[in-house]
């Protein structure tokens, strides 16, 4: 202990200050030939962070240079150009109220002519709309099928996707026929809410069915003739449509 008593002394009463190696510095810079103008006149002022040459300080703004933005996301323009060239949500989701409209309008009147460019859209938003409004229509009336709707929905679809592309010489994919056969259940889920107020288990019934039936035939063999360029097979496309909304219908009545 007595030694380290000794250092702790001979440390602090060495006379070592900060001032005596700033000193040394500028004597030892004014020994190379002289000081630099843009830098402090002795070592003193090196040491205090105070003082800053007046050059220096005017010559930074306090700004960084941020590029803009032009037109599509290009520089030279502004970020509210940008966004307001962005499509809306809903259209970069495929969904378009407007034809979703169109689509149901042409299923309702089964005289009215489709629009093939529309009616060829992949668009399923109105499809699982009408097929769980049927579920929930099935539900009410203490039937629970929401199964069975999925189900037969599912291999539905894949068989006429399969038919069509045997019979017509275009090529249609699988969303659009699952979406042209979705849209035209909505007579049939007209038929399902029917059914929660009156039985359907009897004459009357079974003839709203086989008119309920007929029209989602038609309606979907209309529009497939009218994207598939099939005016003389509509019979022909409306039978396997007719087995398809026809077990719909077994299901809604009994």
């Given at each position: 202990?007595g030694?380290?008593?000794q250092?702790?002394?001979?440390?602090?009463?060495?006379?070592?200050?900060v001032?005596?190696?700033a000193?040394?510095?500028?004597?030892?810079?004014?020994?190379?030939?002289?000081?630099?103008?843009e830098?402090?006149?002795n070592?003193?002022?090196?040491?205090?962070?105070?003082i800053?040459d007046?050059?220096i300080?005017q010559?930074?703004?306090?700004?960084?240079?941020?590029?803009q933005r032009?037109?599509?996301?290009?520089?030279g323009?502004t970020?509210?150009d940008?966004y307001?060239?962005?499509?809306?949500?809903?259209e970069?989701?495929g969904i378009?109220?407007?034809?979703i409209?169109q689509?149901?309008m042409?299923?309702?009147?089964p005289?009215k002519p489709?629009?093939?460019?529309?009616?060829?859209e992949?668009?399923?938003?109105g499809?699982?709309?009408f097929?769980i409004t049927?579920?929930?229509?099935l539900l009410?009336?203490?039937k629970?099928?929401f199964?069975?709707i999925y189900?037969?929905?599912?291999?539905s679809?894949?068989g006429?996707y399969?038919l069509l592309?045997m019979?017509?010489?275009?090529a249609?994919?699988?969303?659009?026929v699952?979406s042209?056969?979705?849209?035209?259940?909505l007579?049939?889920v007209?038929?399902s809410a029917?059914?929660v107020f009156?039985?359907?288990q009897g004459?009357?019934?079974?003839?709203?069915?086989?008119?309920?039936v007929?029209?989602?035939?038609?309606?979907?063999s209309k529009?497939?003739?009218?994207t598939l360029?099939?005016?003389?097979q509509q019979?022909l496309?409306?039978?396997?449509?007719a087995?398809?909304?026809?077990?719909?219908?077994?299901?809604?009545v009994?």
């Amino acid at each position: 202990m007595g030694d380290m008593e000794q250092f702790d002394q001979d440390f602090y009463s060495s006379g070592y200050y900060v001032d005596d190696q700033a000193q040394a510095v500028a004597s030892t810079y004014d020994d190379w030939g002289g000081r630099h103008p843009e830098y402090p006149q002795n070592g003193t002022e090196a040491m205090m962070p105070g003082i800053l040459d007046q050059s220096i300080e005017q010559s930074y703004t306090g700004h960084v240079f941020q590029p803009q933005r032009g037109e599509a996301g290009t520089l030279g323009g502004t970020d509210a150009d940008y966004y307001e060239e962005e499509p809306p949500l809903l259209e970069e989701l495929g969904i378009n109220f407007d034809h979703i409209w169109q689509k149901t309008m042409t299923v309702l009147n089964p005289f009215k002519p489709a629009d093939g460019s529309i009616m060829n859209e992949t668009d399923l938003t109105g499809p699982i709309l009408f097929c769980i409004t049927l579920g929930v229509n099935l539900l009410m009336a203490g039937k629970v099928h929401f199964g069975y709707i999925y189900g037969i929905s599912a291999m539905s679809c894949l068989g006429v996707y399969l038919l069509l592309n045997m019979m017509s010489s275009l090529a249609v994919s699988c969303g659009c026929v699952a979406s042209i056969l979705g849209y035209c259940l909505l007579p049939m889920v007209v038929l399902s809410a029917f059914a929660v107020f009156v039985s359907l288990q009897g004459y009357l019934g079974t003839l709203l069915a086989l008119l309920v039936v007929g029209w989602c035939s038609m309606s979907a063999s209309k529009i497939f003739i009218s994207t598939l360029a099939m005016e003389d097979q509509q019979l022909l496309v409306a039978y396997p449509c007719a087995l398809l909304y026809g077990v719909f219908a077994l299901l809604t009545v009994f």
